[in-house]
């Protein structure tokens, strides 16, 4: 069984940087496409950042791109967010989520919540103006 544990979020304040780390517990954590979503009050969960099986492919919704970065480190199990120039509009739980259901491809980048199998617990980030 997979387990996704995610930390690093906190209160920032505007223009500031956060990294948000998510650790996952199996052995074959390069077997999984990664993916962070997000959930602000009152609105649906959308994607934020998502990562290739080998790192090389990303994606980032358009509000984060040029400030955000997702990586992933498959000799320590674990993908980043890094997330830089906040905003106000980035706040929200975070969550990331792993999916092997594209497996073996290497490239491909999974945008879509619904082919997510696993997914952590949430951090929360707050960004105050």
């Known amino acids: 069984q997979v387990q996704l544990v995610e930390s690093g979020g906190g209160v920032v304040q505007a223009g500031g940087s956060l990294r948000l780390a998510c650790l996952h517990s199996?052995?074959?954590?390069?077997?999984?496409?990664m993916g962070w979503f997000r959930q602000a009050p009152g609105k649906e969960r959308e994607i934020v950042a998502a990562?290739?099986?080998?790192?090389?492919?990303?994606y980032y919704v358009d509000s984060v791109k040029g400030r955000f970065t997702i990586s992933r480190d498959n000799a320590k199990n674990t993908v980043y967010l890094q997330m830089n120039s906040l905003k106000p509009e980035d706040t929200a739980v975070y969550y990331c989520?792993?999916?092997?259901?594209?497996?073996?491809?290497?490239?491909?980048?999974?945008?879509?919540?619904?082919?997510?199998?696993?997914w952590g617990q949430g951090t929360q980030v707050t960004v105050s103006s």
């Open positions: 989520a792993a999916e092997a259901r594209t497996y073996p491809s290497t490239t491909y980048v999974s945008t879509k919540e619904d082919i997510y199998d696993y």
């Open positions: 199996g052995r074959t954590f390069s077997l999984y496409a």
């Open positions: 990562i290739s099986r080998s790192g090389g492919n990303t």
